[in-house]
């Protein structure tokens, strides 16, 4: 069975750090594209950063490039989310999400994700 169980996440301060993981089991990255979704209260989903399975190439979403470093480590079957400079508006639940695919062309923040982990909740407050 396919699982992706995020952890990582907490309160911190703005302009602080934190580092989001991802554990997948039943299935091995190597074959997926991957990456990080957010929702934040009263505001629709949105495509954060992602990682293609062909080639390793990221996509980030403008608001955290510059700011957020997404990685994976195929060895250990994890990928992560290294997030620096946070702002409050940062604040959200951060869900991993996973797809087979073949050769995506353009973002892989615009692709259609089956698999989601349950979230981990960040929060950017002083």
């Known amino acids: 069975q396919l699982q992706l169980v995020e952890s990582g996440g907490g309160l911190v301060q703005p302009g602080g750090s934190l580092r989001l993981s991802c554990a997948a089991s039943?299935?091995?990255?190597?074959?997926?594209?991957i990456g990080w979704f957010r929702q934040a209260p009263g505001k629709e989903r949105e495509g954060v950063s992602c990682?293609?399975?062909?080639?390793?190439?990221?996509n980030y979403a403008d608001s955290v490039k510059g700011r957020f470093t997404i990685s994976r480590d195929n060895a250990k079957n994890t990928l992560y989310l290294q997030m620096d400079s946070l702002k409050p508006e940062d604040t959200a639940v951060y869900y991993c999400?996973?797809?087979?695919?073949?050769?995506?062309?353009?973002?892989?923040?615009?692709?259609?994700?089956?698999?989601w982990g349950q979230g981990t909740q960040v929060t950017v407050s002083s």
């Open positions: 039943g299935f091995t990255l190597d074959y997926y594209t």
């Open positions: 990682i293609k399975n062909s080639g390793g190439s990221t």
């Open positions: 999400v996973a797809q087979r695919t073949g050769t995506v062309i353009g973002s892989c923040l615009h692709i259609k994700y089956d698999y």
